[in-house]
Structures are given as C-alpha cells and as structure tokens.
C-alpha cells in the first residue's frame, strides 16, 4: 500500500504511538475496501471469488499483542452501528474462506529479490527497505500470524517455472478452497467457465 505516508524513525520519541496509529488505520482501510469490493463482487449475480493481496490480520506482525487487542477495540469502536467487541481474531479468521500465502522471494529465489530504491511491476521507482534476511523473518511472521486458519496454504519457491509454477499453484490453491467450502457454486462455474470472474484486488 503506497501512500507516500513516511513512517517515523524508530529512535523518535512518539515512535510506537505512531507506529500503532499507523497500523490502526491500516486496519479501518482494509475492512472498508474489504467490504466494498465484496459488495462489488455480489452485485454481479455470479459466482464470483474474490482475492485480496492482504488481510487484517497482516498488521499483527507489526503490533505488539496489547497493541493488536486495542487496534481491534479502536475498530469496534469506529464501526457505525454495529456491537463493540464484533471484531475478534476468531472473526477474522472465519472472514476469509482461505489464505494463500505466496512466499517471498528473499527465500528460495533470491535473484529476483529486490531491495532499495527499485522499480516496480508498473514502471514506478519504489522503496524496498527490508534486506533479504529481514523479508525472511516477515515472511515468516506472517506465516505464523495466520496458521490457525483452518485453510492456510503456504507457497514456496522453486517450482520449475518459477513465478509461473508459484502462480498456478496459488491459482489452484484458490479453486480448491472454492470447490471444497461452495461446491454448488463451483460447478456451476465450471459449467460455463468463461462467466466466473476471478477479481484480485
């Protein structure tokens, strides 16, 4: 997520309240784009899967387990109407019919890990701060912030196509969830393919 927003310097002496509001707002964006794509996909009236680059519960990694439990009692708190305490991880977990997780390639395929001032897969110049053995250690955060969902499928490196073979495993990984969990729906998407989108946001 690339807001041009500049994180505060760890040595600062509003870092962590910085770092918590940061991470909190991340949250709220996340429900809300959340919600609106999934409106989107339902006003299709077809059997429609939808794919998130992240979750909410990605900003665990990047809390502390009190900051975690008040960013989520700040969210029940910002939601309008609805009963405080209705956001928990156990909500979160069953929000999300799986999680893929595709692997970085800071481990496993570390020729085409990219770090500093780099560009992007649309031409841009971004900025990659985390070094091959720091992405490592997030991937692997993010691995263990979401293994107790009850579909939790994790991606390597190193298929024999490279990024190919780790896309069509992923994609695999994603029919497989929708034909086990939506079976009804499943079939009828594969009786007319071509009708079933696949949205990614």
């Known amino acids: 997520m690339n807001t041009g927003y500049s994180f505060p310097s760890a040595s600062s002496e509003t870092f962590l309240e910085e770092k918590f509001t940061f991470q909190k ?3 709220k964006l996340q429900l809300q784009l959340e919600r609106c794509y999934s409106d989107l996909a339902g006003s299709t009236g077809r059997p429609t899967i939808v794919v998130f680059d992240r979750g909410l519960r990605d900003c665990r ?3 502390s387990e009190d900051e975690w ?3 989520l009692q700040e969210l029940n708190m910002a939601l309008p109407g609805g009963p405080i305490g209705r956001i928990t991880d156990e909500y979160i977990y069953k929000r999300y019919d799986g999680v893929i997780h595709l692997v970085t ?3 496993g395929a570390e020729e085409h890990y990219k770090y500093g001032i780099v560009q992007d897969d649309r031409g841009g110049r971004v900025f990659r701060r985390e070094t091959p053995s720091e992405a490592i250690e997030q991937d692997r955060k993010l ?3 979401w293994q107790a969902h009850t579909h939790h499928v994790v991606v390597p490196n190193g298929g024999a196509r490279g990024f ?3 896309l069509e ?3 695999e990984a994603v029919l497989a969830i929708a034909r086990l969990l939506h079976p009804t729906e499943a079939r009828a998407a594969l009786s007319r393919p071509y009708d079933c989108p696949l949205m990614a946001f």
């Open 69 to 71: 439990a008040r960013g």
């Open 164 to 166: 190919v073979s780790k």
């Open 169 to 171: 495993e992923a994609t």
């Open 25 to 27: 707002n991340i949250l």
């Open 61 to 63: 990694v990047f809390m």
């Open 143 to 145: 691995q263990e912030a």
């Open 105 to 107: 390639a800071a481990d």
